[in-house]
């Protein structure tokens, strides 16, 4: 153990320079490119950003597909995660290893699998004609819809496992104390459930959240340029228009949307909790 918190303090320091220079600065500098024109500090770049309809409709588009993602991912990890934990030891074991097993796969092999299933002459495309629910392929690429699969696909892991280890830290006696004293299942999750294992939505929500804000591969693959995003924008912006500027405003906005989904998922877990 440490002395004082001053030998703490210098064998952090080492370690805070490091991270400050190889991270922080050149982050820094990129999003300082979005509040200075001609040598001033300003916020045009972000009115001029706002100022154009597709900017917006692609803000709120990536806004959209990530708060569904979100919240989708919330509800079917509250039903994985119960059923997991309430397996036998090895049954759950390997219940979390399947769990596990897409997240060592990689993205871009996960994202083309969905061109298979999702294709004109795909699996999807194939059912529906077979049981003669359409007489031609359903355009399912390149729509928001197959951005929304293919992003829920990728994060839903996080979300089950943030919620496998707060449920594992509930007590076993409260839901079916619970139950005994004539609560549904709904008063169960919603007075009960939730409030115990908040810290594990506010992680996993973060975490789903988050990545589907700033994934890439999937809405360049599965929505191409029939349905841009914050981050194929941001891309555009760098690669195709060498557009630093814009593409500072943009990262700049990733960030802002990402601290605000934690705190408002902290607060409303904090409200539903009574704190």
Known sequence: MFQN??????????????AAIVFMIPVVLLLSEGFRSSGQWTFSAYVDFFSQPLNRTIFLRTLRLGLMVTAVAAV????????????????????????ILPLMISPVARTYAWIVILGRTGIVNQALQLFGLTDEPIRFLF??????????????????????????????????????????????????????TREGLIIGGTLVFTGSLTAYITP????????????????????????FVAASVIAFILIVM?????????RIASARSGK
């Open 258 to 266: 990402s601290f605000a989904a934690n705190i408002l998922l902290r």
């Open 76 to 99: 079917i990890g509250y039903v994985t995660a119960y059923a997991i934990v309430s397996l036998p030891p090895g049954a759950k074991g390997r219940m979390i290893g399947l769990v």
């Open 143 to 196: 729509t928001e819809t197959a951005v929304f699969i293919g992003l829920l696909q990728l994060f839903l892991p996080l979300m089950i496992i943030s919620l496998i280890s707060a449920l594992e830290n509930l007590p076993r006696d409260v839901v079916p104390a619970a139950r005994v004293l004539g609560a549904s299942w709904l008063q169960v999750f919603w007075k009960i459930i939730l409030p115990l």
């Open 5 to 18: 918190r001053a030998e703490a303090l210098a064998l952090a320091l080492p370690a805070a320079l490091f």
């Open 220 to 243: 360049a693959i599965l929505g191409g340029s029939k349905v841009l995003m914050l981050e194929t924008l941001l891309y555009q912006q760098v690669t195709v228009a060498n557009n």
